[in-house]
């Protein structure tokens, strides 16, 4: 029996679990001190009435024997399908609903997809970047070339035609650092990716985050990326969903690789190995596209994007650099006196007792740099800050 030893060339611990930890430590050895978690991306407004009607309604359902669902279809519900179909079709996409697949959340099918992809191909991810997209390809023995995203480019790093790869990531909104990509930057990578017989993994699970109505929520609004893309998207940041687990892919019908449709081998992939998400969460998901959802979700984005500026006031007091928290929930800022990630994390946790994310953590561009999220509680964030400026005033 031999293990796969591509994990012995992981980091020890995945990023959030190590912020989890410290954090863990750090209040079981101060008991009388209140920490504030600001690291992880975890929501803290509550599901929206919207979506617990529905999925009380559901439940009532799974009681009676003419209503009661077992197995679902792997792929989803159509009644979910058909809301996320015209979701994107008011923004002019037009999806067929065998190109839409339910899953429990982006996070999952981010690393699942890599299934359908030989073990040999070129990998091009931006840094910093989620460590999810890095994590499962060194897991799965695959070379990963980096590309720069750092101030010089707005935190957008662009394709540069001298390197070849056979799979990208891009995350718009980014995580970590809050950047946006716009339609002709958008288009510079599916002509690239169309030219290097590429496929675009897309993350676009904050796209509810984005303000400006001319900026590009979904990689299918470019022409071309039918050809290219597969997209990501979740529930969980743009409706709460993070404790309940939903999301979907889509895979276009027009993207063949090889001569094979990656549409048909997700389908075989997802049949084989998923089962499908819970009937009662694909009912509280298809509330979220209701009239009345769209508005309580949108109030719940309203609040965390209050929360943000918030922050992004206290750093311009502080005269800390930052970017991000206007579409998107996170703010990246520059760690001041010229401290390095961890040693800023340290910093806040004991003087601030505040939680954040290191940049290091989300690579090598990232030393230097701090994420913070806007999903805090109201209070919470309003003390965070004045901890942070107390500390740094000292
Ligand atoms: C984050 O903090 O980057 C996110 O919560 C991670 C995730 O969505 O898995």
Redesign the pocket.
Known sequence: MKINENYLNLKESYL?ATVNRKAREFQASHPDKKVIKL????VTIPLCTAVTEAMHKAVDEMATKEHFHGYGPEQGYDFLKEAIQSYYAKRNTSLELDEIFISD???SDVGNILDIFAQDNVVLIPDPV?P?YVDTNVMAGREVKFMDANASNGFLAMPDPAVHADIIYLCSPN??TGAVYNKEQLKAWVDYANANDAVILFDA?YEVFVADEAMPRSIFEIEGAKQCAIEFC?F??TAGF?GTRCGYTVVPMDLVRGGESLNKLWLRRQTTKFNGVPYVVQRGAEAVFTEEGQKQIHEAIAYYKENAKIIAEALDELGIWYTGGINSP?IWLQCPNGMGSWEFFDFLLEQANVVG?PGAGFGNNGEGFF?L?AFGDRDNTKEAVERIKAALKK
């Open positions: 959030f690291g992880i991306g975890d959340g982006a996070k989620y999810v995580n970590p699970a979740s969980s940041k993070t996170y994310t994420r999220t």
